[in-house]
DNA sequence: CTATGGCACGGATT
DNA sequence: AATCCGTGCCATAG
Protein backbone atom coordinates (compact mmCIF):
# COMPACT_ATOMS: atom_id res chain seq x y z
CA UNK A 1 0.00 0.00 0.00
CA UNK A 2 2.39 2.25 1.36
CA UNK A 3 4.55 3.94 -1.41
CA UNK A 4 7.84 5.48 0.11
CA UNK A 5 9.32 6.46 -3.17
CA UNK A 6 6.29 8.87 -3.65
CA UNK A 7 7.21 11.85 -1.54
CA UNK A 8 10.75 10.98 -2.11
CA UNK A 9 10.44 11.60 -5.54
CA UNK A 10 8.11 14.96 -5.08
CA UNK A 11 10.48 15.99 -3.12
CA UNK A 12 13.54 15.06 -5.18
CA UNK A 13 11.95 17.19 -8.37
CA UNK A 14 12.08 20.98 -7.47
CA UNK A 15 8.25 21.90 -7.76
CA UNK A 16 6.77 24.72 -6.95
CA UNK A 17 6.79 24.11 -3.11
CA UNK A 18 2.82 24.97 -2.92
CA UNK A 19 1.91 22.03 -5.14
CA UNK A 20 4.32 19.60 -3.56
CA UNK A 21 3.50 20.77 -0.28
CA UNK A 22 -0.16 20.30 -1.05
CA UNK A 23 0.24 16.79 -2.68
CA UNK A 24 1.78 15.26 -0.05
CA UNK A 25 -0.82 16.96 2.28
CA UNK A 26 -3.08 15.22 0.51
CA UNK A 27 -1.72 11.91 0.59
CA UNK A 28 -0.72 12.21 4.17
CA UNK A 29 -4.30 13.04 4.99
CA UNK A 30 -5.69 9.96 3.68
CA UNK A 31 -3.62 7.53 5.46
CA UNK A 32 -4.54 5.87 8.75
CA UNK A 33 -2.56 6.25 11.84
CA UNK A 34 -0.65 2.81 10.70
CA UNK A 35 -0.15 4.06 7.13
CA UNK A 36 0.98 6.94 8.33
CA UNK A 37 3.56 5.13 10.82
CA UNK A 38 5.28 2.80 7.86
CA UNK A 39 5.23 6.18 5.78
CA UNK A 40 7.29 7.95 8.76
CA UNK A 41 9.15 4.88 8.70
CA UNK A 42 10.18 4.42 5.76
CA UNK A 43 10.63 8.20 5.20
CA UNK A 44 13.12 8.39 8.97
CA UNK A 45 15.02 5.11 6.97
CA UNK A 46 15.62 6.85 4.05
CA UNK A 47 16.04 10.51 5.29
CA UNK A 48 19.28 11.54 7.33
CA UNK A 49 17.98 15.05 8.06
CA UNK A 50 14.56 13.21 9.73
CA UNK A 51 15.51 12.80 13.29
CA UNK A 52 13.00 10.65 15.74
CA UNK A 53 13.17 12.34 19.57
CA UNK A 54 12.77 9.12 21.80
CA UNK A 55 10.68 9.74 24.23
CA UNK A 56 7.48 12.02 25.93
CA UNK A 57 6.83 15.51 24.57
CA UNK A 58 4.35 17.83 24.21
CA UNK A 59 2.71 17.37 20.70
CA UNK A 60 1.81 21.02 20.53
CA UNK A 61 4.68 22.38 21.26
CA UNK A 62 7.43 20.09 21.33
CA UNK A 63 8.52 20.12 24.99
CA UNK A 64 9.73 17.43 26.92
CA UNK A 65 7.24 15.50 29.14
CA UNK A 66 7.21 14.05 32.78
CA UNK A 67 3.52 13.33 32.89
CA UNK A 68 0.35 13.86 31.03
CA UNK A 69 -0.15 13.84 27.91
CA UNK A 70 0.46 17.88 26.82
CA UNK A 71 2.66 19.63 28.75
CA UNK A 72 0.92 22.70 31.72
CA UNK A 73 1.10 25.85 29.33
CA UNK A 74 -1.05 23.67 26.31
CA UNK A 75 -3.29 22.15 28.57
CA UNK A 76 -4.36 25.24 30.06
CA UNK A 77 -4.43 26.97 26.70
CA UNK A 78 -6.52 24.31 25.36
CA UNK A 79 -8.58 24.11 28.67
CA UNK A 80 -9.12 27.83 28.44
CA UNK A 81 -11.44 27.64 24.38
CA UNK A 82 -14.69 27.27 26.76
CA UNK A 83 -17.43 25.12 25.51
CA UNK A 84 -15.20 23.73 22.88
CA UNK A 85 -13.93 20.36 23.36
CA UNK A 86 -10.81 19.43 24.16
CA UNK A 87 -9.24 18.69 21.31
CA UNK A 88 -5.39 17.52 20.63
CA UNK A 89 -2.52 15.48 19.47
CA UNK A 90 -1.57 12.62 21.94
CA UNK A 91 1.05 10.72 22.08
CA UNK A 92 0.59 7.00 21.36
CA UNK A 93 1.68 5.72 24.80
CA UNK A 94 -1.22 7.10 26.73
CA UNK A 95 -3.35 4.02 25.69
CA UNK A 96 -3.63 2.28 22.10
CA UNK A 97 -0.18 1.80 21.38
CA UNK A 98 0.67 1.12 18.00
CA UNK A 99 4.70 0.74 18.91
CA UNK A 100 3.88 1.38 22.55
CA UNK A 101 3.92 -2.57 23.58
CA UNK A 102 6.78 -4.36 23.99
CA UNK A 103 6.67 -6.15 20.77
CA UNK A 104 7.08 -9.69 21.03
CA UNK A 105 3.52 -10.80 22.11
CA UNK A 106 1.21 -11.17 19.74
CA UNK A 107 2.24 -13.92 16.40
CA UNK A 108 2.61 -11.85 12.82
CA UNK A 109 -1.31 -12.05 12.33
CA UNK A 110 -1.87 -8.76 14.34
CA UNK A 111 0.91 -6.81 14.00
CA UNK A 112 0.74 -5.78 10.51
CA UNK A 113 -2.14 -7.02 8.79
CA UNK A 114 -3.60 -4.95 6.85
CA UNK A 115 -7.07 -6.28 6.21
CA UNK A 116 -9.08 -6.44 9.29
CA UNK A 117 -9.48 -9.95 10.71
CA UNK A 118 -12.42 -10.91 13.33
CA UNK A 119 -9.16 -11.83 15.75
CA UNK A 120 -7.76 -8.66 15.41
CA UNK A 121 -10.99 -6.73 16.21
CA UNK A 122 -11.47 -8.88 18.95
CA UNK A 123 -7.46 -9.23 20.15
CA UNK A 124 -7.97 -4.45 19.93
CA UNK A 125 -10.78 -4.89 22.62
CA UNK A 126 -9.36 -7.29 25.12
CA UNK A 127 -4.68 -6.51 24.66
CA UNK A 128 -4.80 -4.16 27.73
CA UNK A 129 -7.14 -6.26 29.89
CA UNK A 130 -4.64 -8.87 29.46
CA UNK A 131 -0.60 -9.56 30.43
CA UNK A 132 1.69 -10.80 27.97
CA UNK A 133 0.97 -15.03 28.34
CA UNK A 134 -2.76 -13.98 28.41
CA UNK A 135 -2.10 -12.37 24.82
CA UNK A 136 -0.59 -15.44 23.43
CA UNK A 137 -3.28 -17.40 24.42
CA UNK A 138 -5.53 -14.97 23.19
CA UNK A 139 -4.15 -15.22 20.09
CA UNK A 140 -3.85 -18.40 20.10
CA UNK A 141 -7.85 -19.04 20.50
CA UNK A 142 -8.55 -16.11 18.58
CA UNK A 143 -6.87 -17.76 15.96
CA UNK A 144 -8.86 -20.29 15.71
CA UNK A 145 -12.28 -19.64 15.24
CA UNK A 146 -14.06 -20.28 12.64
CA UNK A 147 -16.20 -17.79 10.13
CA UNK A 148 -18.92 -18.33 12.88
CA UNK A 149 -17.04 -17.11 15.58
CA UNK A 150 -16.82 -20.27 17.03
CA UNK A 151 -14.06 -22.56 18.55
CA UNK A 152 -12.52 -24.73 16.55
CA UNK A 153 -10.20 -26.31 19.25
CA UNK A 154 -11.19 -27.06 22.31
CA UNK A 155 -9.73 -25.13 25.36
CA UNK A 156 -7.98 -27.56 27.19
CA UNK A 157 -5.89 -28.83 24.22
CA UNK A 158 -4.61 -24.81 24.78
CA UNK A 159 -4.32 -25.16 28.10
CA UNK A 160 -1.85 -28.03 27.35
CA UNK A 161 -0.08 -25.94 24.81
CA UNK A 162 0.92 -23.45 26.75
CA UNK A 163 1.50 -25.37 30.24
CA UNK A 164 -1.14 -23.53 32.12
CA UNK A 165 -4.19 -24.87 34.35
CA UNK A 166 -7.34 -25.02 32.14
CA UNK A 167 -8.78 -22.14 34.39
CA UNK A 168 -6.33 -19.70 33.05
CA UNK A 169 -7.62 -20.50 29.21
CA UNK A 170 -11.06 -20.31 30.56
CA UNK A 171 -10.82 -16.98 32.11
CA UNK A 172 -8.89 -15.34 28.85
CA UNK A 173 -12.27 -17.29 26.83
CA UNK A 174 -14.59 -15.29 29.21
CA UNK A 175 -12.83 -12.21 28.34
CA UNK A 176 -12.89 -12.67 24.94
CA UNK A 177 -16.67 -13.93 24.60
CA UNK A 178 -17.60 -10.52 26.38
CA UNK A 179 -15.81 -8.48 23.48
CA UNK A 180 -17.86 -6.95 20.76
CA UNK A 181 -19.60 -9.95 18.63
CA UNK A 182 -20.90 -10.68 22.07
CA UNK A 183 -20.03 -14.72 22.36
CA UNK A 184 -17.05 -15.13 19.65
CA UNK A 185 -14.85 -17.95 21.32
CA UNK A 186 -17.36 -19.77 22.71
CA UNK A 187 -16.87 -23.53 21.86
CA UNK A 188 -20.86 -23.87 20.70
CA UNK A 189 -23.91 -21.87 19.69
CA UNK A 190 -25.61 -22.85 22.42
CA UNK A 191 -22.60 -21.53 25.16
CA UNK A 192 -22.43 -18.06 22.83
CA UNK A 193 -26.11 -17.54 23.13
CA UNK A 194 -25.75 -17.89 27.05
CA UNK A 195 -23.34 -15.70 27.21
CA UNK A 196 -25.29 -13.39 24.90
CA UNK A 197 -28.36 -13.96 27.40
CA UNK A 198 -26.59 -12.89 30.43
CA UNK A 199 -25.87 -9.68 28.57
CA UNK A 200 -29.66 -8.96 28.07
CA UNK A 201 -30.64 -10.69 31.30
CA UNK A 202 -32.79 -7.74 32.62
CA UNK A 203 -34.32 -7.86 28.64
CA UNK A 204 -35.45 -10.92 28.50
CA UNK A 205 -38.96 -11.89 29.58
CA UNK A 206 -37.83 -15.38 32.08
CA UNK A 207 -34.14 -15.75 31.95
CA UNK A 208 -34.03 -18.40 33.78
CA UNK A 209 -36.30 -20.38 30.96
CA UNK A 210 -34.08 -19.10 28.59
CA UNK A 211 -31.24 -20.24 29.71
CA UNK A 212 -32.76 -23.78 30.42
CA UNK A 213 -33.97 -23.79 26.48
CA UNK A 214 -30.95 -23.20 25.39
CA UNK A 215 -28.84 -26.00 27.40
CA UNK A 216 -30.94 -28.98 27.24
CA UNK A 217 -33.78 -27.92 25.02
CA UNK A 218 -31.50 -26.88 21.62
CA UNK A 219 -32.66 -29.10 19.30
CA UNK A 220 -36.17 -28.86 20.13
CA UNK A 221 -35.70 -25.26 19.45
CA UNK A 222 -33.68 -25.65 15.84
CA UNK A 223 -36.88 -27.92 15.02
CA UNK A 224 -39.80 -25.64 16.34
CA UNK A 225 -40.95 -28.43 18.69
CA UNK A 226 -42.74 -25.79 20.99
CA UNK A 227 -44.91 -28.28 22.49
CA UNK A 228 -42.29 -30.38 23.66
CA UNK A 229 -40.11 -27.36 24.93
CA UNK A 230 -42.53 -26.53 26.83
CA UNK A 231 -42.62 -29.56 28.53
CA UNK A 232 -39.12 -29.69 29.37
CA UNK A 233 -39.39 -26.57 30.87
CA UNK A 234 -42.83 -27.27 32.76
CA UNK A 235 -44.20 -24.36 30.98
CA UNK A 236 -47.36 -24.00 28.30
CA UNK A 237 -46.70 -24.15 24.20
CA UNK A 238 -47.76 -20.72 24.16
CA UNK A 239 -44.82 -19.86 26.71
CA UNK A 240 -42.61 -21.64 25.19
CA UNK A 241 -43.12 -20.44 22.24
CA UNK A 242 -42.37 -16.96 23.50
CA UNK A 243 -39.02 -18.02 24.77
CA UNK A 244 -37.83 -19.23 21.52
CA UNK A 245 -39.10 -15.70 19.74
CA UNK A 246 -36.87 -13.90 21.97
CA UNK A 247 -33.97 -15.98 21.87
CA UNK A 248 -34.32 -16.31 17.79
CA UNK A 249 -34.87 -12.36 17.62
CA UNK A 250 -32.08 -11.16 20.54
CA UNK A 251 -29.25 -13.85 19.58
CA UNK A 252 -27.31 -15.02 17.68
CA UNK A 253 -25.55 -18.88 17.84
CA UNK A 254 -22.93 -17.79 15.50
CA UNK A 255 -21.80 -14.57 17.05
CA UNK A 256 -19.63 -13.58 13.92
CA UNK A 257 -22.23 -13.15 11.63
CA UNK A 258 -24.25 -10.22 13.12
CA UNK A 259 -20.93 -8.39 12.21
CA UNK A 260 -19.34 -9.96 9.52
CA UNK A 261 -22.16 -11.85 7.63
CA UNK A 262 -23.78 -11.33 4.46
CA UNK A 263 -23.33 -7.47 3.32
CA UNK A 264 -20.76 -5.76 5.58
CA UNK A 265 -17.92 -5.34 4.10
CA UNK A 266 -18.48 -7.77 0.56
CA UNK A 267 -14.88 -7.42 -1.01
CA UNK A 268 -11.50 -7.03 1.20
CA UNK A 269 -10.38 -4.37 -0.72
CA UNK A 270 -12.89 -1.90 1.46
CA UNK A 271 -11.29 0.67 3.92
CA UNK A 272 -12.51 -1.51 6.91
CA UNK A 273 -9.14 -1.68 7.98
CA UNK A 274 -9.46 0.16 11.09
CA UNK A 275 -7.44 -2.41 13.97
CA UNK A 276 -6.14 0.83 15.82
CA UNK A 277 -8.28 3.64 16.40
CA UNK A 278 -6.53 6.71 14.99
CA UNK A 279 -8.90 9.42 17.50
CA UNK A 280 -10.26 8.37 20.57
CA UNK A 281 -12.93 10.11 22.45
CA UNK A 282 -13.72 10.89 26.19
CA UNK A 283 -16.62 11.65 28.10
CA UNK A 284 -15.10 13.63 31.03
CA UNK A 285 -17.31 14.28 34.21
CA UNK A 286 -17.98 17.44 33.37
CA UNK A 287 -19.51 16.16 30.73
CA UNK A 288 -17.04 18.26 27.96
CA UNK A 289 -15.45 15.30 25.18
CA UNK A 290 -12.01 15.24 25.05
CA UNK A 291 -10.53 13.86 21.37
CA UNK A 292 -7.36 12.93 21.03
CA UNK A 293 -5.93 12.51 17.76
CA UNK A 294 -3.29 9.67 17.54
CA UNK A 295 0.07 10.14 17.10
CA UNK A 296 1.48 7.20 15.65
CA UNK A 297 5.37 7.45 16.29
CA UNK A 298 6.65 7.22 19.89
CA UNK A 299 8.43 10.60 20.09
CA UNK A 300 9.04 13.59 18.78
CA UNK A 301 9.65 13.72 14.51
CA UNK A 302 11.79 16.87 13.73
CA UNK A 303 14.85 17.76 11.92
CA UNK A 304 18.58 16.83 12.60
CA UNK A 305 20.11 20.02 14.06
CA UNK A 306 23.02 18.25 13.56
CA UNK A 307 22.53 17.66 9.86
CA UNK A 308 21.23 21.07 9.57
CA UNK A 309 24.94 22.65 10.79
CA UNK A 310 26.60 19.57 8.50
CA UNK A 311 24.79 20.74 5.23
CA UNK A 312 27.04 24.20 5.67
CA UNK A 313 30.00 22.48 5.12
CA UNK A 314 28.94 19.86 2.61
CA UNK A 315 31.47 18.22 0.26
CA UNK A 316 30.67 19.86 -3.18
CA UNK A 317 29.51 16.62 -4.73
CA UNK A 318 26.97 15.97 -1.89
CA UNK A 319 25.39 19.12 -1.08
CA UNK A 320 22.89 19.22 -3.96
CA UNK A 321 21.93 15.79 -1.92
CA UNK A 322 21.66 16.92 1.11
CA UNK A 323 19.75 19.83 0.41
CA UNK A 324 17.37 18.06 -1.22
CA UNK A 325 16.70 16.07 1.79
CA UNK A 326 16.20 19.10 4.07
CA UNK A 327 13.56 20.42 2.47
CA UNK A 328 12.28 16.97 1.78
CA UNK A 329 12.29 16.86 6.04
CA UNK A 330 10.66 19.85 6.27
CA UNK A 331 8.36 19.36 4.22
CA UNK A 332 7.36 16.18 5.39
CA UNK A 333 7.56 17.41 8.70
CA UNK A 334 4.84 20.57 7.70
CA UNK A 335 2.53 18.72 5.37
CA UNK A 336 2.63 16.34 8.90
CA UNK A 337 1.40 19.06 11.24
CA UNK A 338 -1.31 19.95 8.85
CA UNK A 339 -2.73 16.87 8.30
CA UNK A 340 -3.36 17.02 11.86
CA UNK A 341 -4.48 20.11 12.23
CA UNK A 342 -7.25 19.29 9.51
CA UNK A 343 -8.11 16.37 11.54
CA UNK A 344 -8.74 18.31 14.70
CA UNK A 345 -10.43 20.99 13.26
CA UNK A 346 -12.25 18.04 11.35
CA UNK A 347 -13.03 16.63 15.16
CA UNK A 348 -13.89 19.99 16.75
CA UNK A 349 -17.12 20.00 14.42
CA UNK A 350 -18.15 16.59 14.33
CA UNK A 351 -17.64 16.38 18.09
CA UNK A 352 -20.21 19.08 18.34
CA UNK A 353 -22.60 18.17 15.76
CA UNK A 354 -22.70 14.56 16.75
CA UNK A 355 -22.26 14.75 20.25
CA UNK A 356 -25.49 13.36 21.02
CA UNK A 357 -24.36 10.40 18.89
CA UNK A 358 -21.35 9.87 20.26
CA UNK A 359 -22.75 9.83 23.91
CA UNK A 360 -25.57 8.87 23.41
CA UNK A 361 -25.30 5.33 20.79
CA UNK A 362 -26.47 5.19 17.60
CA UNK A 363 -30.21 6.25 17.19
CA UNK A 364 -28.83 9.84 17.75
CA UNK A 365 -26.62 10.01 14.95
CA UNK A 366 -27.66 12.78 12.82
CA UNK A 367 -27.11 12.76 9.09
CA UNK A 368 -24.26 14.43 7.56
CA UNK A 369 -22.19 15.02 4.89
CA UNK A 370 -19.03 15.33 4.24
CA UNK A 371 -19.71 18.20 1.94
CA UNK A 372 -21.44 19.90 5.25
CA UNK A 373 -18.58 19.86 6.96
CA UNK A 374 -16.13 21.03 4.09
CA UNK A 375 -18.17 24.08 3.45
CA UNK A 376 -18.07 24.82 7.49
CA UNK A 377 -14.65 24.69 7.38
CA UNK A 378 -13.48 26.24 3.84
CA UNK A 379 -12.40 23.15 2.56
CA UNK A 380 -12.31 20.67 -0.34
CA UNK A 381 -14.65 18.62 0.03
CA UNK A 382 -12.01 16.00 -1.12
CA UNK A 383 -9.43 16.85 2.14
CA UNK A 384 -12.60 16.09 4.15
CA UNK A 385 -13.11 12.76 2.27
CA UNK A 386 -9.59 11.88 3.10
CA UNK A 387 -9.52 13.34 6.21
CA UNK A 388 -11.96 10.70 6.97
CA UNK A 389 -11.12 7.59 4.81
CA UNK A 390 -9.92 4.41 6.50
CA UNK A 391 -9.67 6.68 10.40
CA UNK A 392 -11.20 4.58 13.19
CA UNK A 393 -12.56 6.54 15.77
CA UNK A 394 -12.92 5.31 19.31
CA UNK A 395 -16.14 6.18 21.33
CA UNK A 396 -16.17 6.68 24.89
CA UNK A 397 -18.43 3.84 25.11
CA UNK A 398 -15.04 1.86 24.12
CA UNK A 399 -16.39 0.67 20.95
CA UNK A 400 -14.43 1.83 17.77
CA UNK A 401 -16.06 2.39 14.48
CA UNK A 402 -15.25 4.07 11.26
CA UNK A 403 -14.86 7.48 11.16
CA UNK A 404 -16.97 7.17 7.75
CA UNK A 405 -19.56 5.95 10.32
CA UNK A 406 -20.46 9.58 11.22
CA UNK A 407 -21.92 10.64 7.87
CA UNK A 408 -23.85 6.91 7.67
CA UNK A 409 -26.78 8.52 6.49
CA UNK A 410 -29.49 5.40 6.91
CA UNK A 411 -27.86 4.62 10.64
CA UNK A 412 -30.41 6.31 12.83
CA UNK A 413 -33.16 4.86 10.90
CA UNK A 414 -31.51 1.35 10.92
CA UNK A 415 -31.48 1.54 14.91
CA UNK A 416 -35.05 2.70 14.86
CA UNK A 417 -35.91 -0.44 12.74
CA UNK A 418 -34.00 -2.49 14.77
CA UNK A 419 -36.22 -1.44 17.76
CA UNK A 420 -39.12 -1.75 16.26
CA UNK A 421 -38.14 -5.22 15.51
CA UNK A 422 -36.93 -5.80 18.46
CA UNK A 423 -40.59 -4.50 20.16
CA UNK A 424 -43.01 -5.81 18.85
CA UNK A 425 -44.24 -9.34 19.40
CA UNK A 426 -45.65 -10.26 15.66
CA UNK A 427 -43.32 -10.91 12.92
CA UNK A 428 -43.84 -7.61 10.14
CA UNK A 429 -43.77 -7.74 6.98
CA UNK A 430 -41.49 -5.28 5.09
CA UNK A 431 -44.56 -3.01 4.19
CA UNK A 432 -45.82 -2.44 7.55
CA UNK A 433 -42.67 -2.06 8.76
CA UNK A 434 -42.27 0.72 5.96
CA UNK A 435 -45.56 2.00 7.37
CA UNK A 436 -44.38 2.11 11.21
CA UNK A 437 -41.39 3.74 10.54
CA UNK A 438 -43.00 6.66 8.19
CA UNK A 439 -45.30 7.01 11.47
CA UNK A 440 -41.93 8.24 13.61
CA UNK A 441 -40.65 10.47 10.80
CA UNK A 442 -38.85 7.94 8.47
CA UNK A 443 -40.17 8.15 5.12
CA UNK A 444 -38.61 4.87 3.57
CA UNK A 445 -40.00 2.45 0.68
CA UNK A 446 -40.29 -0.72 1.67
CA UNK A 447 -37.47 -1.80 -0.77
CA UNK A 448 -35.38 -0.31 1.75
CA UNK A 449 -36.57 -1.68 4.60
CA UNK A 450 -35.42 -4.66 3.04
CA UNK A 451 -31.89 -3.68 2.52
CA UNK A 452 -31.90 -2.27 5.91
CA UNK A 453 -32.49 -5.79 7.38
CA UNK A 454 -30.24 -7.56 5.50
CA UNK A 455 -27.63 -5.22 6.61
CA UNK A 456 -28.66 -5.49 10.32
CA UNK A 457 -28.29 -9.17 9.44
CA UNK A 458 -32.26 -9.81 10.19
CA UNK A 459 -34.28 -12.44 8.63
CA UNK A 460 -37.57 -11.95 6.48
CA UNK A 461 -40.89 -11.52 8.61
CA UNK A 462 -41.67 -15.04 8.03
CA UNK A 463 -38.37 -16.52 8.46
CA UNK A 464 -38.79 -15.27 11.76
CA UNK A 465 -42.29 -15.91 12.31
CA UNK A 466 -41.83 -19.37 11.08
CA UNK A 467 -38.94 -19.77 13.70
CA UNK A 468 -41.35 -18.25 16.34
CA UNK A 469 -44.87 -19.84 15.50
C1' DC B 1 -52.02 -13.32 -4.03
C1' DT B 2 -48.41 -11.58 -0.74
C1' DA B 3 -43.74 -11.00 0.70
C1' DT B 4 -38.98 -10.83 -0.79
C1' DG B 5 -34.81 -10.60 -3.26
C1' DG B 6 -32.38 -9.29 -7.80
C1' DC B 7 -31.41 -5.97 -11.21
C1' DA B 8 -30.88 -1.67 -12.77
C1' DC B 9 -31.78 3.28 -13.03
C1' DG B 10 -31.22 8.11 -11.51
C1' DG B 11 -30.02 11.30 -8.25
C1' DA B 12 -27.00 12.48 -4.55
C1' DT B 13 -22.41 12.19 -2.61
C1' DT B 14 -17.58 11.92 -2.74
C1' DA C 1 -15.93 11.09 -13.08
C1' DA C 2 -16.75 7.38 -9.99
C1' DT C 3 -19.37 5.54 -6.41
C1' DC C 4 -23.07 4.96 -3.25
C1' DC C 5 -27.86 4.66 -2.07
C1' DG C 6 -32.83 4.59 -2.30
C1' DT C 7 -36.35 2.92 -5.24
C1' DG C 8 -39.30 0.87 -8.78
C1' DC C 9 -40.22 -3.10 -11.46
C1' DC C 10 -40.33 -7.88 -12.08
C1' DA C 11 -39.54 -12.76 -11.20
C1' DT C 12 -39.90 -16.20 -7.85
C1' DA C 13 -41.22 -18.73 -3.63
C1' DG C 14 -44.55 -19.90 -0.41
Redesign the pocket.
Known sequence: MALPSQFLYQGARQRPQTTAHLAQTMSLLGLNSQELNAQIEAALAANPALELLEGRHCPNCGRKLRSGASCGPCSAKLAAEGDQPLVFVAPTDTGYGLNGRSGEELPEDYSGAQPETLASYVMRQIATDLDASEQEIAAHILTSLDEDGLLTVPLLEVARFHHVPLVVVEEVAQRIQQADPLGVGSSSPSEALLVQLVALENQAPNAELCAKAIREGMGMLGKRQYAELGSLLGVSKAKAEQIADFITHNLSPYPARAHWGSLRTPNAESPSTYSQPDIAIRLQEDGRLVVEVMWPLRGLLRVNPLFQQALREAPEDKAEQWKLDMEQANLLIKCLAQRNHTIVRLMQILAVLQRQFITGGDAHLKPL???AIAEELGVH??TI?RAVAGKAVQLPSGKIVPLAQF?D??LHVRTALKKIIRDEAK?L???KLARLLEQQGF??????V??Y??MEGIL???MRKAQAA
Open positions: TRAESSFRSPSDTAIARRTAKRMPAH
